[in-house]
């Protein structure tokens, strides 16, 4: 049977508003537990901040409509922040921590920040002059030159935080970022309305897996991701359950919390999931816990994976699918018998309209493969400045995934493979062409391909096929060098693991590089 309740009815319903809502409802419970720095913040400590916060920011000049860039790890400075900026009529666009100089000016510039929130840590040995629109800059913990302090923003101020005077459909809540397959990453338009919708929609009402005030979320994955933005910290906050945030991911202290803190709802990636299972099988996992459930989504699960989990711990895994374009979701799995499927990506949300179609464009019957199309309330308003781009993907009204999938009779749908260029190194999207034009400013660098190659433990490895200029060596000594600038200019997921020199790079006559070739040589 089809899903068609939602949790809640989204209609008018604000990002923040439904956030300081449950702030008021759950005021003496925990909101967050920040193991960083071991703070804990009740609801009502939690929307108080937020709206100080979003007062200090209309005092320190920032104007409804802006974009204010939040580049931190998990932190209660993020989630305040992310929520004041709302408030005060703004937007958010959360910035990877692990960013390098280079990626963290593009983002700015093409957001056009007028603000940013970062830490001295971060922004240690960064030139970020010369950036037309940024401002001002706030440190978190760690001062930075030329930075302000963040407890700047929460002193007492008289400012007026303004009205909304667009729609929650139509206000720009987030401005995330993905990376297209071609060129450099995007800015993916969410709406109030994209986020708080597809919060209700796989928060669906009588399931098992839905989340309640009295669950304990234990949050490692990052909240610029939107996996971790909206799939665990906004529901987390709206149904007034307690987040406790890592700013990264570690299997020894993912164990210590699980026992510590009364876990109740893990959340996971592939690669997480099979260290969880190597942890259990060391017998490193708690034997008495109350995580109830785990989901796992961001990239493709091996069937196996999750059944060895459920055997070695009792923990059941729901799958999730999604992209950053769908706020994230469009399809979940349950964790009740008999739908429990945990090698399938479950059933559409309600209110979330699925086609499979073929290469001429035509509909597919249950059973065959074909291009994931899909349309519905939580999908972007667009891609950030990039009509075109925007177009190729969203086309009448409904979303051309690239992905290839199968639907069986009972309407579970199962990922097959994926049209796009993108490499999924654990989890996270790389862009070829992004690494592929760090690569072409190499001097010794005449042509270059970059694919994924199948890898048991990160799900995809970044591959690059080279071409060397007349004088250079093709050795080694060479491989690193070209591995080394690479990881200097971008994050380094998005560094090559491996690097093959070529005599040449298969193209179509139009010039686009023919990545099925490539990877056939892996």
């Known amino acids: ?126 030139d970020l002059s010369g950036l037309p629109g940024l401002r001002d800059v706030f440190y978190t913990r760690q001062a930075a030159p030329g930075a302000r302090p963040f407890a700047d923003l929460l002193k007492p101020v008289t400012a007026t935080l303004p009205s909304p005077n667009v729609a929650p459909e139509e206000a720009l809540a987030a401005l995330p970022y993905s990376s297209g397959t071609t ?19 796989f928060l669906a009402p009588g399931e098992a897996a839905t989340f309640t005030s009295d669950d304990v979320m234990l949050c490692f994955l990052p909240l610029y991701h939107i996996y971790g933005l909206n799939v665990i910290f906004n529901p987390a906050l709206m149904v007034g359950a307690r987040l406790v945030l890592m700013p990264r991911f570690d299997p020894e202290a993912v164990v210590r919390y699980i026992a510590e803190e009364n876990i109740s709802y893990l959340f996971t990636v592939p690669p997480v999931l099979n260290l969880l299972c190597q942890t259990a099988e060391q017998g490193r996992f708690p034997k008495q816990h109350r995580v109830r459930a785990a989901k796992c989504g961001a990239a493709p699960l091996a069937a196996d994976l999750p059944r060895r989990f459920t055997s070695l711990t009792g923990i059941r895994v729901r799958q999730g699918y999604g992209m950053t374009e769908a706020s994230p979701v469009t399809h979940m799995g349950f964790l009740e018998e008999p739908r429990y499927r945990p090698d399938s990506i479950g059933h559409a949300l309600a209110r979330t309209e699925c086609l499979l179609v073929d290469e001429s464009g035509a509909d597919l019957p249950a059973g065959e493969v074909g291009e994931l199309v899909m349309r519905g309330p939580q999908f972007m308003l667009g891609y950030w400045r990039a009509p075109e781009a925007t177009a190729q993907v969203l086309r009448e009204g409904w ?51 970059v694919v994924g190659r199948p890898d048991p433990v990160a799900g995809e490895i970044p591959c690059a096929f080279v071409i060397l200029r007349e004088g250079h060596t093709a050795d080694g000594r060479m491989q690193a060098e070209l591995c080394g600038w690479v990881a200097e200019r971008l994050t380094g997921y998005k560094q090559p693991r491996e690097v093959r020199f070529v005599s040449a790079i298969p193209r179509n006559p139009s010039g686009k590089i023919l990545r099925r070739e490539l990877r056939s040589l892996l």
Request: glycine letters at 8%.
């Open 1 to 126: 049977m089809a899903r068609s309740e939602l949790y809640a009815d989204p209609a008018g319903v604000f990002l923040h508003d439904a956030v300081l809502a449950a702030c008021r409802r759950h005021a003496r419970s925990i909101a967050l537990v920040d193991t960083s720095c071991a703070r804990r913040v009740t609801y009502a400590e939690y929307g108080e901040l937020v709206e100080r916060l979003a007062r200090g920011l209309a005092a320190a000049g920032l104007r409804p409509g802006e974009t204010v860039a939040l580049y931190l790890p998990n932190s209660w400075e993020f989630c305040a922040a992310f929520h004041a900026i709302e408030l005060a009529g703004a937007t958010p666009t959360p910035l990877n921590p692990s960013y390098r100089e280079r990626e963290v000016r593009y983002q700015l510039e093409n957001s056009g920040a007028g603000l940013l929130i970062s830490d001295g840590a971060l922004l240690a040995g960064m």
């Open 399 to 449: 979303y051309w995934s690239g992905d290839v999938a199968l639907r069986d009779r009972e309407d579970f749908f199962f990922i097959v493979d994926r049209r796009k260029e993108l490499i999924k190194y654990k989890g996270f999207p790389v862009a070829p062409a992004e690494v592929e034009a760090v690569l072409l400013e190499h001097p010794a660098v005449r042509d270059c391909g």
């Open 183 to 201: 060129g450099l990453p995007k800015g993916v338009m969410l709406s109030h309305g994209n986020l708080v919708t597809n919060v209700y929609q």
